[in-house]
């Protein structure tokens, strides 16, 4: 029986779900199957497992944050990820971004909408938690902003996305990128060698 397919649980908040993000396609390629891009809000996991981002925790530790460089360098070259750019503005506030990936999702729209959210928070970066800053930026692309970020407002937009990350954190999910291949949990985008393991053969 064939593996289910994958899926990613994303917030654009965090710069490794956008590396993930980067190095997905390739992978698709190779084992034949779309991953499925479920939007989450970080910081509601963050909150319901009393997790942390890494920029809180690498702080003041010797080494580790030295470490996490190399490391995301040698993700970038394994992967070829070429636009990489730290937002000056991290944290983001991304409740308005990630209801908004949701709007997307229900219409039909996510694709094109997370490839230009990741992009302006981690490519070219802005301050995506500033509404008029975020509509033009989405607009820029040939996003309906306006409309999109209205829908976000909506109540079935809201529980959605609440939904969704409280299934995550059902599910054993504590932070991003955080993917799932049925009911066996991965953690990192490191752990993408292993989701393409799992496929191999099935």
């Not at 499925?36 to 996991?45: D, K, S």
């Not at 407002?153 to 939904?163: C, F, T």
């Not at 409280?166 to 949990?185: E, I, L, N």
Request: overall charge neutral.
């Amino acid at each position: 029986m064939s593996k289910p397919a994958p899926q990613f649980q994303f917030d654009v908040g965090s710069p490794n779900a956008y590396l993930a993000h980067k190095a997905i396609p390739a992978i698709e390629q190779r084992i034949g199957v779309k991953f499925e891009y479920v939007p989450v809000l970080l910081g509601g996991i963050f909150k319901a497992t009393n997790n942390r981002s890494p920029a809180e925790t690498l702080a003041g530790v010797k080494n580790k944050r030295e470490f996490h460089a190399i490391e995301t360098q040698r993700f970038l070259k394994r992967y070829n990820v070429a636009n990489y750019v730290w937002n000056p503005h991290f944290p983001v506030n991304t409740l308005n971004l990630m209801r908004a990936a949701c709007a997307a999702q229900l219409d039909g729209g996510l694709a094109a909408y997370v490839d230009s959210a990741f992009k302006h928070m981690w490519a070219e970066p802005k301050n995506m938690a500033d509404p008029e800053l975020a509509m033009a930026a989405f607009a820029a692309d040939g996003i309906d902003a306006k409309a999109l970020f209205a829908r976000s407002q909506e109540p079935d937009v809201k529980a959605r996305l609440m939904a969704n990350t409280q299934d995550a954190v059902a599910r054993g999910a504590f932070g991003s990128p955080t993917f799932f291949v049925g009911d066996d949990m991965y953690y990192g985008k490191e752990q993408l060698r292993d989701i393409e393991d799992a496929y191999a053969g099935t």
